[in-house]
């Protein structure tokens, strides 16, 4: 397709269940990054790739958390024993070329809206 | 580390009236920066850049921003809203590395 796709759209998970959340970045983007979107603040930075190696996981706010992006392409976001407070949208976005003050502009899929009951 | 703070949270305009959002970071080296949109319903997209070069950035839809380096500062303006400038606007800095940093978000309100 033509932008960042994320799938699925909503996620509703019980407290304790693990999840994966998907991003197909645009095609041929090297840098991908995911953010995590607490309701009513901006983007946080959670991880960034540069093709299928993860060169940022700083943001990332416990080991529950983990990603990777084993081809360079499609990435994926692992939340373990969710917990409520990891209730957030997340955010991936992808960029052509790689990170640096000379950073193309980052492209955002529309967000996976995760629920912890 | 870097942050952003935008002034205001919620702002509510008639059509046609100008819009101003300030935007601040705290960073004293060289920044990109950025303003992205989130209409209702839709995901964020690039509204403005910049990078170097003039400080006066022209965007889409009308939008434009200043950058003053001695302010820290990169606010937003248009001149004229419309109704379809209802939205969520987030100021965004990169500095000296790949992540960006946004504000905590402004929301617009236009009334018809």
């Known amino acids: 397709g033509a932008g960042v796709s994320q799938s699925p759209r909503y996620k509703v998970a019980k407290r304790g269940q693990d999840v994966a959340l998907r991003c197909d970045p645009i095609?041929?983007?090297?840098?991908l990054f995911w953010y995590q979107q607490a309701l009513g603040q901006g983007p946080e930075f959670l991880t960034y790739?540069?093709?299928?190696?993860?060169?940022?996981k700083s943001g990332l706010p416990s080991d529950r958390f983990f990603a990777e992006r084993p081809e360079g392409s499609v990435s994926t976001l692992k939340i373990q024993r969710t917990q409520q407070e990891d209730s957030a949208v997340y955010l991936c976005?992808?960029?052509?070329?790689?990170?640096?003050?000379?950073?193309?502009?980052?492209?955002f899929g529309p967000g996976t809206r995760l629920t912890v009951l | 580390a870097q942050s952003v703070s935008q002034h205001n949270h919620h702002v509510i305009l008639s059509e046609a009236a100008s819009l101003e959002l300030g935007c601040n970071y705290s960073?004293?080296?060289?920044?990109?920066l950025f303003w992205y949109v989130q209409y209702p319903g839709q995901h964020l997209q690039l509204l403005l850049k910049?990078?170097?070069?003039?400080?006066l950035v022209k965007g889409i839809k009308g939008f434009e921003a200043e950058f003053i380096k001695s302010k820290f500062s990169f606010n937003l303006r248009k001149p004229s809203v419309q109704w379809s400038d209802t939205a969520e606007y987030f100021c965004?800095?990169?500095?000296?590395?790949?992540?960006?940093?946004f504000g905590a978000g402004t929301t617009v309100t236009v009334r018809a």
């Open positions: 960073y004293g080296g060289t920044v990109n």
């Open positions: 095609s041929g983007h090297v840098s």
């Open positions: 976005a992808s960029s052509l070329t790689r990170g640096g003050l000379t950073l193309n502009e980052q492209f």
């Open positions: 910049y990078f170097s070069g003039d400080p």
């Open positions: 790739f540069q093709n299928e190696a993860q060169l940022d």
């Open positions: 965004a800095v990169n500095a000296e590395d790949y992540k960006l940093s």
